[in-house]
């Protein structure tokens, strides 16, 4: 914990501002950019409790990521606001993860997406309630209740889905197969990272693996479905700016009126 004269920002400061604000914005744009893919399937679940459901998780995750940039833009030299973060970036500024961009697929993708991202998050938030940012520990205590809930989502309906028809069962292997691709880079150290980790700001992400991991064998074994979480080839480079192809179509749907119209302040 900080001391009584030295602030979160004085904390960030000293430690490496730079690499922790880029790590912080990693999690943040991880937030912001599911955010994103999570409202698309509001009226296209497959329930109309599912479409609240879904869109309940994405604001969770929407408030993550805006506590987070918030912060980031106090501690990373700019001055950027939250809507100067996630609006007027380019794509090569943007830190998520490859899964989190990912487009829309099948519902059993998209559960087979939250269980690894709700999982790593978990591991994550978990430990960063001990972060030695005070801004951080607080962002990452009220987080981790969010995360449990999504967590347990996308767990109830993996089982039902893998444990339920012969169709179901097959599609949610698929998801699980094609999500594979993506789950090594949730656990990759960045430079960043190593750096966040090093102050105490921050933790290694490859540190959450073996927890991560573990819970989402426990929920495939129980669903009869094969665990997954590697695949011939990989995705990497989000932490560094290197996305997929989705990734400017995302963009310019999320920023077009904003970027349309810098001016408005009311609608």
């Known amino acids: 914990m900080t001391s009584a004269a030295e602030t979160p920002t004085d904390l960030v400061e000293a430690q490496g501002s730079p690499a922790v604000a880029d790590y912080l914005l990693g999690l943040a744009d991880d937030a912001l950019i599911y955010t994103q893919r999570l409202g698309e399937w509001v ?9 609240m459901a879904l869109g309940n998780i994405a604001l969770d995750q929407l408030g993550q990521a805006r506590a987070l940039l918030t912060y980031v833009g106090s501690v990373d030299g700019t001055g ?42 978990y591991e994550l938030y978990a430990r960063l309630v001990d ?3 005070d801004q951080v520990a607080a962002i990452a205590r009220k987080a981790i209740k969010e995360v449990a809930y999504h967590r347990d989502h996308a767990t109830q309906w993996v089982l039902r889905l893998g444990d339920g028809t012969q169709q179901s069962h097959e599609r949610m292997q698929a998801g699980l197969d094609a999500v ?4 090594a880079e949730l656990f990759d150290d960045s430079e ?18 073996d927890g991560a991991k573990a819970y989402v064998r426990s929920v495939t074994d129980e669903a009869t479905l094969d665990y997954v979480d590697s695949a011939r080839a990989t995705a990497r480079g989000g932490r560094i700016g290197v996305h997929s192809q989705v990734m400017g179509y995302l963009l ?13 302040t009311t609608w």
Request: hydrophobic content about 40%; overall charge negative.
């Open 192 to 209: 960043s990272a190593r750096a966040a980790a090093e102050s105490g700001v921050g933790v290694l992400p490859s540190s959450l693996a």
């Open 131 to 133: 972060s030695a940012d």
């Open 252 to 264: 310019a749907e999320m920023q077009h009126i904003h970027r349309s119209h810098p001016d408005a």
């Open 80 to 121: 950027r606001d939250e809507d100067a973060l996630a609006y007027l970036r380019d794509e090569r500024e943007f830190r998520n993860v490859h899964l989190v961009e990912q487009e829309r697929g099948d519902f059993g993708f998209e559960m087979a997406r939250l269980l690894w991202f709700s999982s790593y998050q």
């Open 43 to 51: 009226s296209r679940a497959p329930q109309i409790e599912e479409d």
């Open 180 to 183: 594979a691709t993506y789950v």
